[in-house]
C-alpha cells in the first residue's frame, strides 16, 4: 500500500512538472520570440509551478533586470561617450528612468490586480522606450545588446499578458 502511494505521488508530482512545462512552451508559442521566452522563463525556477499570470510577472521581472544592466552601462558610457553622442545617451537615461519607474510598476501593479489591460500597456511602452534609445544614436549605438533584450522582453511580456484579456 505505501509503494503504491509512493508509486502514486510519484507519477503526480512528474505530470505536475510536465505539464507546467508544457504551459512554458505553449504559452511561449503565442510571443514574438518563443526561444527567448522559454530561455527566459526556464532561467527562474518560479515559472515550473507558475500560471499565465506567474509568467508575465516574472518577465516584468526579467524586463526591469534588463533595462537595470542598461541604466548600469549607461551610467558607464556617461564620462567617455563622444560629445556628439552625449544628448542621445541623456535621452536613453530618461527612456530608462520612465521604464523603471512607471511602466514595469504599471505592469506589475496591474498583472497582481487582475487587470492585464495596463500590463500589455505598460510592456508595449517599454518596448518604445527601448526602440527610442535605440533610434536616438542614428546606428551608432553603444546600447544596442542593451536595447535589443529589454525590446524582446518587454514584447514577450506584452504578448503573454494580452493572453490574459
Do not use: H, W
Request: proline residues 4%; negative net charge.
Amino acid at each position: 500500500m505505501l509503494k503504491s502511494l509512493a508509486l502514486f505521488v510519484l507519477i503526480l508530482c512528474t505530470t505536475f512538472v510536465v505539464n507546467n512545462a508544457n504551459i512554458v512552451e505553449q504559452t511561449c508559442s503565442k510571443t514574438p520570440n518563443s526561444a527567448l521566452c522559454i530561455q527566459f522563463l526556464n532561467a527562474d525556477p518560479k515559472s515550473s509551478t507558475a500560471d499565465v499570470t506567474g509568467l508575465a510577472l516574472i518577465m516584468v521581472g526579467v524586463i526591469k533586470n534588463k533595462a537595470d544592466i542598461a541604466v548600469s552601462k549607461i551610467n558607464q558610457l556617461g564620462g567617455s561617450i563622444p560629445p556628439n553622442q552625449k544628448a542621445a545617451l541623456t535621452s536613453c537615461a530618461d527612456k530608462y528612468n520612465a521604464i523603471l519607474v512607471a511602466d514595469i510598476p504599471q505592469a506589475t501593479e496591474a498583472l497582481q490586480k487582475g487587470n492585464p489591460k495596463f500590463a500589455v500597456d505598460g510592456a508595449n511602452d517599454a518596448v518604445i522606450e527601448a526602440n527610442g534609445c535605440e533610434n536616438g544614436f542614428s546606428g551608432n549605438s553603444p546600447l544596442t545588446a542593451e536595447n535589443n533584450v529589454v525590446r524582446d522582453a518587454s514584447a514577450i511580456t506584452s504578448a503573454i499578458a494580452s493572453l490574459l484579456l
